[in-house]
């Protein structure tokens, strides 16, 4: 699988906009972007994905670069609830079911 | 909302002894997987589970561990011969598909400890 790099910690005061960068610069063609969370003392938990085009939800926006060698989580009004650890993970369109999380960046949110 | 269930939530035990570790996963889903999470460390893909048959299983999956559907509900991790190092986190996760744009749902994980 094609290897991500976060920043280990982030912290961000509540309310405002939160930029969760990845980098993926080995990042195949097919391969799609994928990213997780994991409240404390709670199992992984979907946050969004995408292959080249940006994508919102109702819980973020996923901004990928043009070369797609990076991707940028994008939480639009951070509350305390969105502490947590959030893993960005590269999926190969085909043939590859598991999940690999790395160490992830964990995102404090500061009252 | 669909979600998927562990039991039980803390699992003690001592060391050599068999556990079996149990999940109900989101009812219309195919594709079950177990990964575990030692403390402060990453998240770790054990196996994934389709029709009745693994699918792929990582390194830490050796023949200490099975893993079986009884029936059309539960989904459940045996560990053998408990050692210490097999103290974590145990999360089971389930997807409708198998698809690399699927999403995996995953339950609130068992916490082993063994002794």
């Known amino acids: 699988d094609a290897k991500t790099t976060q920043p280990n910690s982030m912290e961000s005061n509540e309310e405002e906009p939160v930029h969760l960068p990845c980098n993926h610069s080995?990042?195949?063609?097919?391969?799609?972007i994928h990213w997780y969370r994991q409240l404390p003392s709670q199992g992984p938990e979907y946050v969004i994905h995408?292959?080249?085009s940006n994508v919102n939800n109702r819980m973020a926006s996923l901004a990928i670069a043009e070369d797609r060698k990076s991707s940028t989580l994008i939480l639009h009004r951070a509350t305390l609830r969105d502490a947590a650890v959030y893993y960005c993970i590269l999926r190969a369109r085909f043939g590859n079911e598991k999940l690999t999380f790395g160490t992830g960046t964990r995102l404090t949110i500061i009252p | 909302e669909p979600e998927v269930t562990q039991t039980p939530s803390h699992q003690v035990t001592q060391m050599g002894q068999e556990v079996i570790l149990r999940c109900v996963p989101i009812?219309?889903?195919?594709?079950f997987y177990w990964y575990r999470q030692i403390l402060g460390q990453k998240v770790e893909f054990l196996v994934s589970f389709y029709n009745n048959e693994i699918s792929e299983k990582s390194e830490i999956f050796d023949d200490q561990f099975s893993v079986e559907r009884p029936d059309g509900s539960n989904f459940t991790l045996k560990i053998r011969s408990t050692k210490l190092e097999d103290s974590a986190m145990y999360f089971c996760?389930?997807?409708?598909?198998?698809?690399?744009?699927?999403?995996?749902?995953f339950g609130p994980g068992t916490r082993l400890t063994v002794l």
């Open positions: 080995t990042i195949s063609g097919t391969d799609y």
């Open positions: 009812s219309n889903h195919l594709y």
């Open positions: 996760a389930s997807s409708a598909q198998g698809f690399s744009t699927d999403t995996q749902y």
């Open positions: 995408g292959l080249t």
